[in-house]
């Protein structure tokens, strides 16, 4: 009987060292009552020695999670955490801002959320992403390759875990710049499928929304695109596309008459708000953005006097970039944290997009890969919101997020390969 305890509790040390961690949470701070849906929480262990500790929510499907398709959400960034597509974009429950006070942000459920119709694993990654960490300083070095393959490697082991969703039709998806990581992972899906490996995933497809593709043509239909919509002159962009030959993104700084134009440009953009050009700009910008203007972080923590309602009588213009305040306030409750099992210690701060990652950009154009999957008979659903100047086709950056009612039909549809 004493070694069964000393075996228990060795397998016990070795589950988390490993990061074979999941556990169901029932209910959480600022949404009344028991959960409705299923959610699990949890830590699956990747790259050598299992140094790097990724973190994960799963929702399962609450129409038919037997049936229904299970699909890994990666958000983009790279370093947005996955409870930004969740409680802005495609989660079960949202933020109720007409509740919820500075100290105080109160939930809601999300009517709209695509988990209605889907099993989906919101993956933080890559590592420094959310509350995904690692061991040592060495396994924060990453770049879109590791990253692909660190999620590949979570994939395989979650359903290792999760046995009962081998047989799910499996769909890999993401937004923004995860339209560089999943065509790859997507593709080491069907790689390893065809090597044998197991588990065998029942791979049927990809989504992709507003995604980064090819990252010089994305950043070159800036200007196109602000001329279309009105915000550059017939004569500036007229201009610019001489002087600068089509190219305004790797610009050769010896050709003033590029630089001058260019400069105009940036001018006469400062002011739009990039991801809706619709929506005021405010000084918080969303750090969605991986095209243009940095973010600052650290303004989240020091202004939290904008979620404050106006007084005497003034009024405020509306700022998409305030409710992204409510982010950080609730992660950041330790009560929080603990509803969500996360590891005491593991971070120092939880950030809505980490933009101090250490990461490389290695892989600058997967159209290649997206043909390769396309002749492979996967499915692709591609799609993109005609008011986007971050990465611009043509909603919003994250479409979602925009048009929640709209997209949720069109993944409905499609999931049932139903006409969109």
């Known amino acids: 009987m004493k070694w069964w305890w000393v075996l228990c509790f060795l397998a016990l040390c070795l589950l988390f060292r490993s990061g074979l961690s999941q556990t169901v ?36 499907s609450e129409r038919s999670p037997k049936d229904d398709p299970l699909v890994l959400w990666l958000t983009g960034g790279p370093g947005c955490s996955a409870l930004s597509a969740i409680l802005y974009e495609i989660g ?7 509740k919820s006070t500075r100290d105080r942000p109160a939930l809601k459920l999300n ?35 590791i990253s692909a393959a660190e999620s590949y490697e979570f994939l395989r082991k979650w359903l290792k875990l999760h046995p009962e969703f081998q047989s799910n039709p499996l769909y890999i998806a993401g937004d923004s710049y995860s339209g560089i990581i999943v ?32 990252i010089s043509s994305d950043r070159n239909s800036i200007v196109p695109f602000a001329h279309l919509k009105g915000l550059l002159s017939d004569e500036l962009y007229g201009s610019a596309k001489i002087d600068c030959n089509g190219d305004y993104f790797d610009v050769n700084l010896s050709n003033a008459a590029c630089v001058n134009d260019l400069e105009a440009v940036t001018k006469c953009l400062e002011n739009i ?8 700009n405010c000084l918080l910008m969303a750090p969605k953005s991986t095209v243009g ?21 003034a009024s405020r ?28 210690g593991t971070i120092e701060k939880w950030v809505r997009c980490n933009e101090t990652l250490s990461y490389t950009y290695t892989v600058s154009d997967v159209i290649d890969i997206h043909k390769d999957l396309i002749k492979r008979g996967y499915r692709a ?13 043509g909603g919003g950056h994250t479409a979602p997020e925009y048009k929640p009612k709209e997209c949720f039909a069109m993944i409905n549809r499609w999931f049932d390969y139903y006409y969109l």
């Open 25 to 60: 949470v029932k209910s959480l701070p600022g949404l009344p009552g028991d959960l409705p849906f299923y959610l699990e929480t949890g830590y699956i262990g990747a790259g050598e020695r299992e140094d790097v500790q990724l973190f994960y929510y799963f929702v399962k």
């Open 92 to 98: 079960p429950f949202t933020f109720d801002y007409d």
């Open 111 to 145: 009517e709209y959320s695509w988990t209605k119709v889907a099993n989906i694993i919101f993956l933080d990654q890559p590592v420094g992403t959310g509350f995904s960490y690692a061991n040592s300083w060495e396994s924060y070095n990453i770049n879109d390759n």
């Open 183 to 214: 065509p790859m992972l997507t593709l080491q899906v069907d790689e390893g499928n065809i090597a044998g490996l197991k588990p065998r995933m029942n791979l049927e497809g990809y989504l992709l929304g507003n995604p980064a593709t090819n």
């Open 273 to 280: 708000y990039e991801a809706n050009i619709l929506e005021p």
């Open 293 to 313: 203007r940095a973010w600052d972080s650290s303004l989240i923590i020091e202004d939290r006097s904008l979620l404050l309602l106006p007084t005497l009588g």
């Open 317 to 344: 213009v509306w700022c998409r970039s305030y409710n992204y305040l409510y982010s950080y306030i609730w992660a950041s409750d330790k009560a929080v944290q603990d509803a969500l099992h996360v590891r005491e």
């Open 381 to 393: 659903l591609i799609h993109s919101g005609d008011h986007d100047m971050v990465v611009p086709y």
